[in-house]
């Protein structure tokens, strides 16, 4: 009778066990995962314009990526727009607008799949994932104001 039930606690601790460590697990998955931004534009791309006075204008759009994942959608909208702010000025004041695109890294936008792509076709990868991936941009004019953010309605 003794060794019974000296086997059936070492059981049902075993089972507790197990349950704790299958709770730990789902938690800790559900959680988010490091956000990271790459640091240079994953794909660029200029615009040349003429507006109504007759005078030449230069865009340039240049799209990243944010990989990981983090639920809370106003530290993500914070998070990208720190790094939109803190990126280098030289960059964003040589046009009339600059614009920062941000995607949502995935299976279909992703490194790979753009270095893949015809670099005159790279764009298409952006334009068609739009609904799904698509995250935010980012807007600063010539003296690199931030000028406007459009945000995708999901994160809104």
Same mark, same amino acid.
């Given at each position: 009778?003794?060794?019974?039930? =000296?086997?059936?606690?070492?059981?049902?601790?075993?089972?507790?066990?197990?349950?704790?460590?299958?709770? /730990?697990?789902?938690?800790?998955?559900?959680?988010? %995962?490091?956000?990271?931004?790459? =640091? %240079?534009?994953?794909?660029?791309?200029?615009?040349?314009?003429? *507006?109504?006075?007759?005078?030449?204008? /230069?865009?340039? *759009?240049?799209?990243?990526?944010?990989?990981? &994942?983090?639920?809370?959608?106003?530290?993500?909208?914070?998070?990208?727009?720190? /790094?939109?702010?803190?990126?280098? !000025?030289?960059?964003?004041?040589?046009? &009339? *607008?600059?614009?920062?695109?941000?995607?949502?890294?995935?299976?279909?936008?992703? !490194?790979?799949?753009?270095?893949?792509?015809? !670099?005159?076709?790279?764009?298409?990868?952006?334009?068609?994932?739009?609904?799904?991936?698509?995250?935010?941009?980012?807007?600063?004019?010539?003296?690199?104001?931030?000028?406007?953010? *459009?945000? &995708?309605?999901?994160?809104?």
């Amino acid at each position: 009778m003794k060794h019974s039930l =000296g086997h059936s606690s070492i059981s049902s601790i075993t089972k507790c066990c197990s349950i704790i460590v299958v709770l /730990f697990i789902s938690a800790c998955s559900s959680h988010s %995962q490091a956000i990271s931004i790459t =640091g %240079q534009p994953v794909f660029s791309e200029n615009d040349t314009f003429v *507006n109504p006075k007759g005078n030449t204008g /230069f865009d340039r *759009n240049d799209y990243f990526l944010v990989k990981g &994942n983090l639920p809370d959608k106003e530290k993500l909208k914070k998070m990208i727009s720190d /790094f939109a702010d803190k990126y280098p !000025e030289e960059k964003k004041m040589h046009y &009339n *607008n600059y614009l920062m695109f941000f995607y949502k890294n995935s299976a279909k936008v992703n !490194e790979d799949v753009i270095k893949k792509e015809e !670099e005159k076709y790279r764009y298409k990868i952006f334009t068609y994932s739009k609904d799904d991936d698509y995250i935010g941009c980012i807007t600063y004019r010539r003296d690199s104001t931030k000028s406007f953010v *459009n945000w &995708n309605s999901k994160y809104e």
